[in-house]
């Protein structure tokens, strides 16, 4: 569980100095409102700042502090999991915009080609990486990755127990 929640830890700290701060926290929010996504990129946000609100209190620091370390944003994560709001309003909004935002032509599925694209510009290059990330959230093997696939994924990530299922590979950053 804490593992999962430092690799998402990683993937957030563009800055790589190990502390996570609102800037990098709302860079994708942010990044959606300059691409001309503002209704999506408002939606994120608003989940984002309270997503940051509620970790700073884990830590009992004011919801507006600016930074977080890596111990924090565990402390953060965890007590976020045991809330109905994180499951029932983080986790599928979550699912549905890291879904579109990777279906780069809007027919509804992301193919092996757009998730290549998502991969290469976080950095990963290794492709057979690549290419068995991608075999494993195509769950019913159909050459596709679905909303419904990509949901699984999301949620066994953010809520699920069972180390077997782990989808700690949607954010290894290399
Ligand atoms: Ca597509
Ligand atoms: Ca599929």
Redesign the pocket.
Known sequence: MIKKWEILFDYVDTTRDGIVDIEEMMSYPNRLVSEGKQERGKLLGDILSETWGRMCEANNLPREHASLTKAQWVIGRRALTKTDWFRKTYVPTLATIHFES??????????LD?WRTYKHKRGVTDDAAIQSAFKRLDLDGDG?ISQEEMTHAITQFCIGEDPSDDYSFLYIVH
Do not use: P
């Open positions: 990777l279906d780069r032509d809007h027919d509804n599925t992301i193919t757009e596709i």
